[in-house]
Nanobody, 123 residues
Framework: QVQLVESGGGLVQAGGSLRLSCAAS????????MAWFRQAPGKEREFVAT????????NYAVSMKGRFTISRDNAKNTLYLQMNSLKPEDTAVYYC????????????????WGQGTQVTVSS
């Protein structure tokens, strides 16, 4: 089992940057594909980015590609999301997730979720 705790959210002006972290418990972090999802008020949770267990393969939602960078440090059991050029529409609760299935773009591809961290981008 994996427990996930996000941090690093906050209030930032449009055009600014934030770095989210997700600390994982347990010794099996490096066995899991990891991902970031987000959920804005009144909207469904959406895929942001994913990274393979080894960290060698990443995939992004189209609207985030080029602005967001997902990475992981398996020695520290930590997942990161560097967010640059933030826009008001990036305002959401950001969740990290761990899983082993191939449908990486869907909620159903992940078994473990963090509690979320709020990101608010002001215009």
């Amino acid at each position: 089992q994996v427990q996930l705790v996000e941090s690093g959210g906050g209030l930032v002006q449009a055009g600014g940057s934030l770095r989210l972290s997700c600390a994982a418990s347990g010794r099996t972090f490096n066995m899991y594909r990891m991902a970031w999802f987000r959920q804005a008020p009144g909207k469904e949770r959406e895929f942001v980015a994913t990274i393979s267990a080894s960290g060698s393969i990443t995939n992004y939602a189209v609207s985030m590609k080029g602005r967001f960078t997902i990475s992981r440090d398996n020695a520290k059991n930590t997942l990161y999301l560097q967010m640059n050029s933030l826009k008001p529409e990036d305002t959401a609760v950001y969740y990290c997730a761990a899983g082993t299935r191939n449908n990486y773009y869907s909620d159903s591809g992940y078994d473990y979720w963090g509690q979320g961290t709020q990101v608010t981008v002001s215009s």
